[in-house]
């Protein structure tokens, strides 16, 4: 028999991959194709569906190319992908009927605090869905373009047109138009899927005046979602695994149970811990979503989130905005250089403070600056501002969950930088592992598609998988560690003041 794979279609906001994946859950080879990022206005953002399409199609038949393979080598596809980016379209055409609103997209904050802004309204939609009412989910942006694209309200109300995001545009493009579907973890962030009863709400459709005919059927992240049937691609590949992409790097760092939590390092940073069947509701602005699960599970699982608004674009803005250094990675050199900061504080609140402390008036700060201060303070102060952040996303976790976070899981672009890492431990005063496969996402829905398909049979032989990981255990005196952290929090309130 000829060997078989997973393929991860890695669907991301500024670019599309296709990742082979062998039964020992090494990334054996992706493919990478980028697509436009449109700004009509400012604050709206918006890709083309069609180029996102292109790009994440072309990278799976080239990656099956490249390897000469055809649909009896591949097991199964998982699909990951950018969350709440909105998509609309003519099932009869298989046209949109406008750019997708992407989850950047501030055009419906106006909507939502016209709809969302009496406390009652408020508590409902978090009762239900777990969600801060935000822009920032889907439910105002298919609202908006049912309301702004001419004719679109009329069709949509005869049953003329479908909503997705960008994991069911994808499954209904490659299933040949016969499957329309998501599953819970997309569902879960449209702030229109009841979290607890798991189904569609149709207080919340009512709210938002969205027909119910436009939604997909919720399946299980890890089961059926019909097989490809695309001109360019093999007929009959099962597609077994769907998860938006940070409850997919969850599930690809194995974290199945409850108390196991990640943090991806990104752009910004999200933090997220599995609660098992518990959807805890937060007391501190965090938001309750659905994990990704496994097959034959039996019930809904739940994870708490938090999310840090300026992670490693922290560091893009001393390398773009100072030119404190040529790229990234020389970060960790030059930090290196010194003990310490100094006493100096960066608080990147470049669009204010998310959570705990949800500010949105809050902007940047640099304090502690003295006439000894150099280059290597401030690239150092940047890079601990991530770690900070991180620490008080932590806490605020710990406090909702009534449990500590024992190990704290990492991976994304900014976990290679070892004395982010490192730092990061001591002020936690956690232990924190790093995967050799840093890329826990495409991995996560490789993971969930090959469980779904039998090529993997249980999760314990998924942990079995994992390769040796770099462990980074606290080594600073807790007494200075807490000194750190008090002058963060002057920072922080200095910041707010």
């Not at 959570?355 to 690239?379: Q, Y």
Request: hydrophobic residues 40%; contains cysteine; glycine residues 10%.
């Amino acid at each position: 028999m000829s060997k078989q794979y997973v393929i991860a279609l890695d669907q991301g906001t500024t670019s599309s991959r296709a990742v082979l994946i062998d039964h020992e859950a090494r990334m054996v080879d992706f493919v990478q194709r980028p697509f436009t990022q449109i700004y009509p206005k400012p604050g709206w953002v918006e890709h083309n569906p069609q180029e996102i399409l292109f790009s994440q199609l072309g990278s799976l038949a080239e990656l099956l190319a490249k390897h000469n393979l055809t649909e009896a080598n591949i097991a199964a596809i998982g699909i990951d992908n950018q969350r709440e980016t909105t998509i609309v379209w003519d099932p009869s055409t298989g046209q949109p009927i406008a750019n997708a609103i992407v989850w950047q997209c501030r055009r419906t904050a106006d909507l939502v605090e016209r709809l969302c802004g009496d406390p009652k309204t408020t508590a409902m939609i978090r009762k239900k869905t777990g969600l801060l009412p935000d822009a920032y989910f889907s439910a105002s942006k298919v609202a908006w373009l049912l309301d702004h694209v001419e004719g679109a309200r009329a069709r949509a109300e005869a049953g003329e047109l479908l909503f997705g995001t960008v994991d069911t545009y994808l499954i209904w493009v490659l299933t040949g138009g016969l499957v329309h579907a998501t599953d819970p973890t997309n569902a879960s962030r449209t702030m229109l899927y009841n979290i607890h009863e798991g189904c569609w709400d149709d207080e919340l459709l009512q709210l938002f005046n969205i027909p119910a005919s436009m939604m997909p059927e919720v399946r299980p992240s890890s089961g059926s979602f019909g097989e490809t049937s695309y001109p360019g691609i093999p007929a009959g590949i099962p597609i077994c695994g769907v998860a938006g992409d940070q409850q997919a790097s969850l599930f690809g760092q194995c974290c199945f149970a409850p108390g196991q939590a990640k943090n991806t390092y990104g752009t910004g940073c999200f933090l997220l811990m599995h609660t098992g069947a518990d959807a805890v509701a937060s007391q501190n602005q965090l938001v309750t979503t659905i994990a990704a699960s496994g097959p034959n599970v039996g019930h809904t699982e739940y994870a708490l989130e938090g999310s840090v608004f300026v992670g490693g674009a922290v560091m893009q803005w001393v390398r773009d905005e100072l030119g404190l250094i040529r790229t990234a990675a020389e970060s960790e050199a030059l930090a290196a250089e010194v003990e310490d900061t100094g006493g100096v504080y960066i608080v990147p609140a470049f669009t204010g403070l998310g959570a705990p402390w949800w500010n949105s008036e809050a902007r940047g700060t640099i304090s502690g600056i003295t006439r000894g201060t150099n280059r290597s303070h401030l690239v150092r102060a940047a890079l601990e501002s991530i770690a900070y952040q991180v620490s008080d996303l932590v806490h605020a976790m710990e406090a909702d969950a009534h449990r500590p976070i024992e190990v704290l899981n990492v991976d994304g672009g900014a976990s290679a930088n070892n004395l982010l890492m490192q730092f990061q431990a001591d002020i936690l005063d956690r232990t924190l592992r790093r995967p050799q496969n840093i890329e826990t996402t495409a991995l996560g829905a490789a993971f969930l598609a090959g469980l779904g398909a039998g090529f993997w049979t249980s999760t314990d032989e998924l942990r079995a998988l994992r390769s040796s990981d770099d462990v980074f255990a606290p080594k600073m005196d807790r007494e200075r560690a807490d000194e750190l952290l008090y002058g963060w929090a002057k920072a922080v309130h200095r910041t707010i003041g």
